[in-house]
């Protein structure tokens, strides 16, 4: 069923026809292509190019499918090529002749172009609402958990941190992931409708009114952009993998502090899994997953790039590539949020063992060369008899906090009794770093 067949002798070879068609993926846009075509009519109408009768035929026309679709009594398949010939054909059988003006003064190029703009916001801000979730969920668990860990570089313990602070550097990363998919939102809220094929149309049709009935702020400034403009695709992919890139950071962690080595946390049962040959194991699958699927976005941004990177102006059916790419990142991140979501709250962060590891890391070690510092002695000296502390702990077996004030004095005869209070780590924490509590 073609919309285009006036001007061949011969059909289309079948291969040529599957390897064509889009409607097994595009059908998902069939809500903005139908609004779409409703908010084109109206203007239609108003512009006086087709009567007020037709107009409204062709509206109920639209609504009946749009409902039918919903209810189940229509489905979306068949010989059809795309989305936008399903509801076109499908118009036209239903309400006869008025049907075939639907297409009057547009084009599938601005029509597609149109549909999936509306459909990336529509979705973008379902994500954003995800965000606005977990974000929410770091905050509590963090705020819920209030107790020291050690913070980390290179891998190896570093400094005190709380695991509210962890959390919320999390928080912090999916803040700037909301802002960047907001902004991307804006950019693209300009209207294509009305571009027609590549060059616009002799009728006097009214583009400000179709940009205004469907949500966008303006129409496009130029038909050719109009129609061959994907960057939005491209952008909301980026933000969408820098997501994901968060997100797997996450799932980075949560693998190795459910490790018995770490055992920082534990896994609710809601969110892992067993193995089928060794009964005392429990998986972290679902952050497992999370990293894997990232390497999933990350591909379908690389493949736009690729895809638009030599098109010349203004539409080429290399186009048609988008949809399944955005569609199924766009389904991959706001599943991993709300999986992300259930992980963290659900899961147990265990007080005992970030606390041991505090104390064997000697994470008060740069705290002792600060004292030293501050009673007079150059920091990279104080930096020196701190590390040969370190040695003498290790060799020792004891923390820094467990040394007599004598063993202090022998590695520098300024240490005093106050050395006590100044390497205790609820202190430390106090102190220095305010907003770390
Ligand atoms: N299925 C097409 C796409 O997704 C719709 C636009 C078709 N336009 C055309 N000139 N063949 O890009």
């Known amino acids: 069923m073609k919309l285009w067949g006036g001007r061949f002798r011969e059909s289309e070879s079948k291969l040529m026809e599957e390897f064509n068609a889009s409607l097994s993926f595009d059908k998902i846009l069939y809500v903005e292509d139908i609004t779409g075509s409703i908010a084109h009519v109206k203007m239609l109408s108003k512009c006086g190019i087709i009567s007020e009768e037709e107009c409204i035929c062709i509206i109920k026309g639209l609504e009946g499918i749009l409902d039918d679709i919903k209810l189940g009594k229509l489905e979306i398949s068949g010989d059809y090529e795309d989305i936008h010939s399903f509801v076109e054909t499908n118009l036209i059988n239903r309400i006869g002749d008025a ?79 909301k802002n960047r998919i907001e902004n991307a939102i804006e950019n693209l809220n300009e209207s294509p409708l009305g571009c027609c094929a590549l060059a616009g149309t002799t009728y006097n049709t009214d583009r400000e009114f179709t940009a205004k009935e469907l949500g966008f702020c303006k129409p496009v400034d130029n038909f050719l952009d109009g129609v061959s403009d994907r960057d939005y695709i491209i952008e909301l992919l980026s933000d969408f993998s820098i997501c994901m890139m968060h997100l797997s950071r996450l799932s980075e962690e949560l693998i190795m502090w459910s490790t018995k080595e770490f055992s920082f946390i534990e896994m609710h049962d809601k969110f892992s899994t067993g193995s089928s040959i060794m009964p005392q194991k429990k998986n972290p699958d679902a952050a497992e997953l999370i990293r894997g699927k990232t390497g999933r976005v990350y591909g379908s941004l690389v493949a736009m790039l690729t895809i638009m990177k030599a098109l010349p102006l203004a539409y080429d059916k290399d186009m048609q590539e988008d949809k399944e790419q955005f569609f199924d990142a766009a389904d991959t991140l706001e599943m991993c949020l709300m999986v992300m979501d259930g992980m963290i709250s659900t899961m147990k962060v265990k007080e005992k063992s970030m606390k041991e590891a505090v ?72 102190k220095g770093n305010k907003s770390l509590m």
């Open 99 to 177: 049907g075939k003006k639907l297409h009057t003064a547009r084009s599938r190029n601005d029509q597609v172009a149109l549909d999936m703009k509306m459909y990336a916001k529509k979705v973008s801000m379902n994500i954003i609402k995800c965000i606005d979730t977990l974000m929410d969920t770091l905050k509590k668990k963090g705020e819920e958990n209030h107790y020291i860990m050690p913070g980390y570089t290179h891998m190896q313990r570093a400094q005190v941190v709380t695991f509210t602070h962890h959390m919320l550097a999390y928080y912090s990363m999916l803040k700037r992931d």
């Open 359 to 430: 104390k064997g890391g000697f994470l008060n070690a740069t705290d002792v060369a600060d004292y030293l510092a501050k009673k007079g002695i150059p920091f990279r000296d104080a930096h020196k008899i701190s590390g040969e502390i370190v040695i003498y702990c290790e060799e020792n077996k004891k923390c820094i906090e467990e040394m007599a004030i004598e063993e202090f004095k022998q590695f520098n005869p300024i240490f005093e009794t106050d050395i006590y209070d100044f390497i205790d780590y609820n202190e430390i924490l106090k």
